[in-house]
């Protein structure tokens, strides 16, 4: 969840690293640091709190040079957001600097461990206690700083990701990861090595990269090839990947928010996630995991798929599609429980993990958990070369691009659209699809990019009904069938960037308790399009019309039913049921952007969430 950058070769580091922060600053921005070593052999160390600007600021005014240096944005675990528990943390004797994402489970122990040998804590982090133990195995058994680190992390339990520097040794920075992403980037001839926490900071300098599989450390010279050894000290060979990285997807593009861009961007994303794997000419779908993993996926007898947040509500609509069409059970997990509650796995089963980041630690567990069970692991993923994808035995890259907005917006879509494809796919190889319905479904299917452009035709009207929402305290969504997870997906994207309560329900659950809460001042957003249920949900609207409920209305064009009971409606084009979400969650997006710029509020990088979360 943090973010971490590091440089070591023959250019000024310091800008090298505060520009990397910038571009990591959607993995968390309550603290920042740097640490830097100079020409003269001295170590500079500067921490703010708040977002890297600050930092920016105090670091300015002071000596930046140097060649070398490692820094960190922070997304608060142990201890409150304050310069203090800002990274980079120092060793007692002042050598040492650490930069850290994950968190150390058995810090207090090895914490009173050390306090007992007469090592003195500045700050509330577990990170500090993994810098001194550091210290310790270099004081007591004269290691080298690559040996202290492999030795600290073999006490160590727990996520970490980590980029070490020691003044003595002002030609080497050492890194080493365990369930927390960690990529080094490869200068010209090994003359210069970049270091982050993903892609994105570096993709400027280099798109030559090696990613660290857990419980690697690897020790990183100018002018050295890089080594690599596990904790049991054994030299490990690393494969350099090519990583292609669309550079002005990390620049806003003249919106005012990324948030903004990255639903606008989403026409065009759709395509490129089709491209090479519907066509439309030929009217058949291609997926390649589908002609490497064939019997394995046509013959499973169930779908467990495990995600979190915004990717679960994707997976909810998946599960409808593969068992509308594909007629295979499919259950639908948060990852963080699913790991803890002794699941029953089969060999038969394929487990399918979604996440934008690749990297979301609850996913990643279950996905784990899932292999250990000879289940097939099938990830759903945006990032290349993530842990996730890593980790799958096959899978769906979603090719939206990178998604800096912490507010998941174009990846939904993405993961819906792969969802989509996957279950089509997958029913016209198990000839539980008519070929009528499977050839109609991709040809409207093509359509949907266009369509999702009309929808964004209407974002002055959306302006105007978000601005009446903005002093809500509450809001509910509702919604049935395939719209029923874009209410949740709608309500979760009011309450990450609005800071406004908002809940979804299927609409048919709102007389089992949520009708109590409806009044004058309740908003109640109903995604309303004209497809299955429809009927059922215009009585849902006129019970909550009959309680004085505020309506908001998602409605197909030319609705005349919802819009006359509504106090606003937004249309979008008509398509086919299956469909709908990839339309009708497009308005819910606008309405919670609009909100949030309405109350002034940071809409990339709304208060205590961060872009991949690396921790449970």
């Known amino acids: 969840m943090c973010g971490i950058v590091g440089y070591i070769g023959n250019k000024d580091a310091y800008p090298i690293l505060i520009e990397g922060l910038k571009r990591l600053e959607y993995r968390g921005y309550d603290s920042a640091g740097v640490a830097l070593i100079n020409g003269e052999g001295t170590m500079n160390i500067y921490k703010e709190k708040g977002k890297v600007s600050n930092l920016e600021a105090i670091a300015s005014q002071r000596d930046t040079s140097g060649t070398m240096g490692i820094a960190h944005t922070r997304w608060a675990t142990h201890g409150e957001p304050s310069a203090v528990n800002a990274h980079p943390h120092v060793s007692q004797n002042g050598r040492l600097a650490l930069v850290h994402n994950g968190i150390i489970e058995n810090y207090a122990s090895l914490k009173e461990y050390l306090t007992g040998k007469g090592y003195t804590f500045k700050s509330c982090t577990d990170t500090e206690v993994l810098v001194q133990l550091i210290q310790f195995m270099q004081d007591e058994y004269g290691k080298d700083l690559e040996g202290a680190v492999i030795m600290a992390l073999r006490r160590v339990v727990g996520a970490y990701a980590i980029a070490v520097i020691d003044n003595d040794c002002p030609d080497k920075i050492v890194v080493a990861k365990k369930s927390s992403p960690l990529v080094i980037g490869i200068g010209e001839r090994n003359k210069e090595f970049f270091i982050a926490s993903d892609a994105l900071p570096i993709a400027p300098y280099t798109n030559h990269m090696v990613y660290l599989n857990d419980n690697e450390v690897a020790l990183l010279r100018p002018d050295h090839d890089i080594e690599i ?360 997006q606008l309405i919670a952007y609009h909100v949030a710029v309405e109350k002034g509020l940071n809409v990339d990088q709304p208060r205590n969430l961060a872009k991949s979360v690396t921790v449970e």
Request: aromatic share 6%.
């Open 229 to 588: 050894r596990n904790l049991d000290n054994k030299e490990i060979s690393h494969e350099v990947k090519e990583v292609d990285v669309n550079l002005e997807a990390l620049e806003k593009g003249g919106f005012d928010h990324f948030m903004l861009k990255e639903i606008y961007d989403q026409p065009r994303c759709m395509a490129d996630c089709m491209r090479g794997r519907l066509l439309l000419k030929e009217k058949r779908i291609v997926l390649s995991t589908l002609n490497l993993h064939r019997d394995e996926l046509i013959n499973a007898k169930r779908f467990i798929i495990v995600a979190c947040g915004t990717s679960w509500h994707a997976g909810l609509i998946g599960k409808q599609l593969i068992e509308q069409w594909a007629k295979v059970p499919v259950e639908v997990e948060y990852a963080s429980e699913f790991r803890y509650r002794n699941p029953v796995i089969q060999p038969n089963d394929v487990v399918i993990a979604i996440s934008q980041s690749g990297e979301t630690a609850d996913t990643l567990a279950a996905f784990q958990l899932a292999k250990e069970n000879n289940a097939l692991c099938f990830g759903i993923v945006n990032v290349v070369g993530s842990s996730i994808a890593r980790a799958s035995d096959t899978g769906i890259y979603i090719h939206v691009g990178p998604e800096i907005g912490v507010a998941s917006t174009k990846a939904f879509t993405g993961q819906v659209t792969v969802l989509t494809l996957f279950a089509l796919a997958l029913a016209h190889e198990r000839n539980t699809i008519t070929q009528e319905e499977y050839e109609n479904t991709i040809e409207e299917l093509g359509k949907i990019p266009d369509k999702i452009k009309a929808v964004l035709g209407n974002n002055a009207k959306i302006k105007e009904i978000a601005r009446a929402l903005t002093y809500a305290e509450n809001a509910l969504y509702m919604g049935r069938g395939f719209n029923y997870p874009v209410a949740l997906e709608g309500a979760l994207k009011l309450k990450e960037i609005s800071y406004i309560h908002a809940e979804g329900y299927p609409a048919a659950e709102m007389k089992h308790g949520p009708i109590a809460l409806i009044d004058e001042d309740m908003p109640v957003i109903f995604v309303a399009t004209h497809h299955q249920l429809y009927k059922k949900i215009l009585s849902n609207i006129e019970e909550v019309k009959a309680r004085n409920g505020r309506i908001v209305a998602v409605v197909t064009e030319g609705d005349e039913a919802v819009s006359n009971i509504a106090e606003a409606s937004i249309e979008v084009p008509p398509t086919l049921a299956s469909l709908a979400p990839l339309l009708s969650v497009i308005p819910l």
